[in-house]
């Protein structure tokens, strides 16, 4: 019998995915281009369900339901929150754009978005290797769909198709390490397994193994270096509306399947993942940022950024255990700093992509860096909006971007090890050549003659959000003590049970 607590653990999960096969049906009665209904029909549903989430973190309790399958925790349903608040943005910024581009004939783009946030939610909850697995295939199923969207776009279904193949290949070394962990330990519970690994009775050799394969699925995820093939592809040739689904709120998921599995689940053998980690993120850093230089199309030099940046990300996973001694102070500076990373930098990559989408005309994509030129004689408040976003993205203060790079950098300092220092100052170099290629984009807009006399025009709904996301990057730079607190609270309770 499935008690009381179950059912409260995945309350806004089931709220979700009702609302999500509801909508399917309303929309076949919407006509209008813009499918108005079915859009505020998805926008009230995504509010209640962040709200939920916001109700169950700020509470603090954790519960497990389904046979431990499933936990509530504070770290996931921030996650989530955030990942849901992620996807409203990101719906709010890209319908004039699906609009534009016959990419709203029907509903799907909105349903498809709330089936890949439930994929999200489950990976983010999960508890079990199945129920993470199986979140993380409705989530990456749902987004092949939404990069063929536009059906009769070629450079779209070739994007499709490569990230279809390579994303079954990464599924596969997931689904293959874990089977190896539970043929070792004899268990699906991440609890379970960590109980298993901790006792020291199983085979090294084995689990390690496994553990090479998990952790190349994992890089896949969050998309580093060797892993990062789709990433450029991926993020040119699907549209910028679907761009901006894949590269946003996913990033909070792929890092919460990170922390499950490798440190709640595999803390033991971190000794061995982590040297994993740092390597992925040395080769991140440096393969992200300097093919970056060479890119001319916007989109492409954004994908080669991400890898940079979750190189960081990678920096503070690596950084919580030193020498194999878990001390609760490193643990928690090491992993909240990665989690406030993963946090602001989707925040600043859903202002940068709504500027390039508000760009974007029909029969026009705005994608270049040249199309910038002159932005700001054009439109001096979406000018001021990106220019936020690439200086966050580059680490220069006040914005929020310097202040996650900072918090990363200061847990690998902390922990005292030469090595971690040296990797530190690498993260360091390597932002400075990365500086290169986002101040290249604020020239163009500021000093560079426009190419066309056309103003900028956005519906209100879009300028009020843009707006607000911008102003976000800069307040959270000049006031990140709150956000850091909620991260840190989040990731000790989560580590705590």
Same mark, same amino acid.
């Given at each position: 019998?499935?008690?009381?607590?179950?059912?409260?653990?995945?309350?806004?999960?089931?709220?979700?995915?009702?609302?999500?096969?509801?909508? &399917?049906?309303?929309?076949?009665?919407?006509?209008?281009?813009?499918?108005?209904?079915?859009?505020?029909?998805?926008?009230?549903?995504?509010?209640?369900?962040?709200?939920?989430?916001?109700?169950?973190?700020?509470?603090?309790?954790?519960?497990?339901?389904?046979?431990?399958?499933?936990?509530?925790?504070?770290?996931?349903?921030?996650?989530?929150?955030?990942?849901?608040?992620? $996807?409203?943005?990101?719906?709010?910024?890209?319908?004039?754009?699906?609009?534009? #581009?016959? $990419?709203?004939?029907?509903?799907?783009?909105?349903?498809?978005? +709330?089936?890949?946030?439930?994929?999200?939610?489950?990976?983010?909850?999960?508890?079990?290797?199945? *129920?993470?697995?199986?979140?993380?295939?409705?989530?990456? /199923?749902?987004?092949?769909?939404?990069?063929?969207?536009? #059906?009769?776009?070629?450079?779209?279904?070739?994007?499709?198709?490569?990230?279809?193949?390579?994303?079954? +290949?990464?599924?596969?070394?997931?689904?293959?390490?874990?089977? $190896?962990?539970?043929?070792?330990?004899?268990?699906?519970?991440?609890?379970?397994?960590?109980?298993?690994?901790?006792?020291?009775?199983?085979?090294?050799?084995?689990? *390690?193994?496994?553990?090479?394969?998990?952790?190349?699925?994992?890089?896949?995820?969050? %998309?580093?270096?060797?892993?990062?093939?789709?990433?450029?592809?991926?993020?040119?040739?699907?549209?910028? &509306?679907?761009?901006?689904?894949?590269?946003?709120?996913?990033?909070?998921?792929?890092?919460?399947?990170?922390? #499950?599995?490798?440190?709640?689940? /595999?803390?033991?053998?971190?000794?061995?993942?982590?040297?994993?980690? !740092?390597?992925? =993120?040395?080769?991140?850093?440096?393969?992200?940022?300097? !093919?970056?230089?060479?890119?001319?199309?916007?989109?492409?030099?954004? !994908?080669?950024?991400?890898?940079?940046?979750?190189?960081?990300?990678?920096?503070?996973?690596?950084?919580?255990?030193?020498? %194999?001694?878990?001390?609760?102070?490193?643990?928690?500076? &090491?992993?909240?700093?990665?989690?406030?990373?993963?946090?602001?930098?989707?925040?600043?990559?859903?202002?940068?992509?709504?500027?390039?989408?508000?760009? =974007?005309?029909?029969?026009?994509?705005?994608?270049?860096?040249?199309?910038?030129?002159?932005?700001?004689?054009?439109?001096?408040?979406?000018?001021?909006?990106?220019?936020?976003?690439?200086?966050?993205?580059?680490?220069?203060?006040?914005?929020?971007?310097?202040?996650?790079?900072?918090?990363?950098?200061?847990?690998?300092?902390?922990?005292?090890?030469?090595?971690?220092?040296?990797? &530190?100052?690498?993260?360091?170099?390597?932002?400075?050549?990365?500086?290169?290629?986002?101040?290249?984009?604020?020239?163009?807009?500021?000093?560079?003659?426009?190419?066309?006399?056309?103003?900028?025009?956005?519906?209100?709904?879009?300028?009020?959000?843009?707006?607000?996301?911008?102003?976000?990057?800069?307040?959270?730079?000049?006031?990140?003590?709150?956000? +850091?607190?909620?991260?840190?609270? =989040? *990731? *000790?309770?989560?580590?705590?049970?």
């Amino acid at each position: 019998m499935i008690d009381n607590i179950s059912w409260l653990a995945i309350y806004p999960e089931i709220v979700l995915l009702t609302m999500a096969c509801v909508i &399917a049906l309303v929309d076949l009665g919407v006509h209008s281009a813009r499918r108005t209904g079915t859009y505020v029909l998805t926008m009230l549903t995504l509010a209640v369900v962040a709200a939920l989430q916001a109700m169950y973190a700020s509470s603090g309790n954790t519960f497990y339901g389904f046979g431990n399958m499933v936990v509530s925790d504070a770290m996931g349903n921030w996650l989530k929150c955030f990942a849901t608040v992620a $996807m409203m943005i990101t719906l709010v910024y890209g319908r004039p754009y699906a609009a534009d #581009r016959d $990419m709203m004939r029907g509903g799907e783009m909105f349903t498809l978005s +709330m089936f890949a946030l439930l994929g999200m939610f489950i990976m983010i909850s999960g508890n079990n290797f199945l *129920v993470i697995y199986l979140g993380l295939e409705l989530l990456t /199923l749902s987004s092949y769909a939404l990069v063929a969207l536009r #059906r009769d776009n070629a450079t779209a279904t070739e994007a499709a198709m490569k990230y279809f193949v390579l994303g079954a +290949m990464a599924s596969g070394f997931l689904l293959y390490g874990l089977s $190896m962990v539970y043929g070792a330990t004899g268990s699906l519970d991440i609890g379970q397994v960590f109980k298993a690994v901790n006792s020291g009775q199983i085979k090294h050799q084995v689990l *390690v193994f496994g553990l090479v394969f998990v952790v190349a699925g994992l890089a896949f995820k969050l %998309g580093v270096v060797p892993f990062h093939m789709w990433i450029p592809d991926v993020y040119q040739g699907a549209p910028t &509306a679907i761009t901006l689904m894949i590269g946003g709120a996913p990033k909070l998921a792929a890092f919460a399947i990170t922390i #499950r599995l490798l440190v709640d689940g /595999l803390l033991p053998l971190a000794i061995d993942w982590q040297q994993m980690l !740092a390597v992925l =993120a040395i080769g991140s850093l440096l393969v992200g940022n300097l !093919a970056a230089i060479a890119q001319t199309n916007l989109k492409r030099m954004l !994908a080669y950024s991400t890898i940079s940046q979750m190189g960081f990300v990678l920096l503070g996973l690596m950084s919580g255990v030193v020498n %194999g001694n878990v001390d609760a102070t490193a643990v928690e500076n &090491a992993y909240s700093a990665s989690m406030f990373y993963v946090v602001t930098y989707v925040l600043t990559t859903l202002a940068a992509f709504g500027v390039i989408l508000l760009l =974007a005309r029909e029969g026009f994509e705005s994608e270049e860096i040249s199309d910038f030129a002159g932005l700001n004689q054009r439109s001096p408040l979406y000018a001021g909006v990106m220019a936020v976003c690439l200086f966050s993205m580059a680490g220069i203060p006040p914005m929020v971007g310097f202040y996650a790079k900072l918090s990363v950098l200061q847990a690998l300092v902390a922990s005292g090890q030469s090595l971690y220092i040296a990797m &530190a100052v690498f993260a360091v170099i390597m932002s400075l050549i990365g500086a290169f290629y986002y101040l290249r984009v604020v020239k163009v807009m500021y000093f560079d003659a426009p190419l066309t006399a056309t103003n900028v025009s956005a519906p209100v709904d879009v300028r009020v959000v843009l707006t607000i996301n911008g102003a976000l990057v800069l307040v959270l730079g000049l006031l990140p003590g709150g956000l +850091m607190a909620l991260c840190a609270d =989040a *990731v *000790v309770r989560a580590l705590a049970t």
